[in-house]
């Protein structure tokens, strides 16, 4: 499974924003999918996550309330709105994918994923 994030850009404190990423190789219907973010001069951190086949999500508690994820696996596409950002948001997006079926808190961690896009940054400007 390749995947292809996009949607980053600069926006200001407040603002909203919508992340893609888009699957390619096979359908990804039968992956966990997730969000995760990586700000300059720190480690990889989880954001969002969604199962397969029912949709169960779980987010960070840094941006539970302002943050969703959602998919559509006939368009092998995930999205993240991202929406009251502030500048601690900035960060790498990073879509990323996994066979595994691990319990739902174990989806925050990024050993559970084989696959990731390449990244899409946002920047909040305050």
């Known amino acids: 499974v390749q995947l292809q994030a996009s949607g980053g850009g600069l926006v200001q404190a407040g603002d909203s924003l919508r992340l893609t990423c888009t699957a390619s190789?096979?359908?990804?219907?039968?992956?966990?999918l997730g969000w995760f973010r990586q700000a300059p001069g720190k480690e990889r951190e989880f954001v969002a996550a969604?199962?397969?086949?029912?949709?169960?999500?779980y987010f960070a508690d840094s941006v539970k309330g302002r943050f969703t994820i959602s998919r559509d696996d006939s368009k092998n596409t995930v999205w993240l709105q991202m929406n009251s950002l502030n500048p601690e948001d900035t960060a790498v997006y990073y879509c990323?994918?996994?066979?595994?079926?691990?319990?739902?808190?174990?989806?925050?961690?990024?050993?559970?994923?084989?696959?990731w896009g390449q990244g899409t940054l946002v920047t909040v400007s305050s």
């Open positions: 190789g096979q359908s990804f219907s039968g992956y966990n």
């Open positions: 969604l199962r397969r086949r029912g949709g169960t999500t």
């Open positions: 990323a994918a996994t066979p595994l079926n691990p319990n739902l808190s174990s989806l925050g961690n990024t050993a559970m994923y084989d696959y």
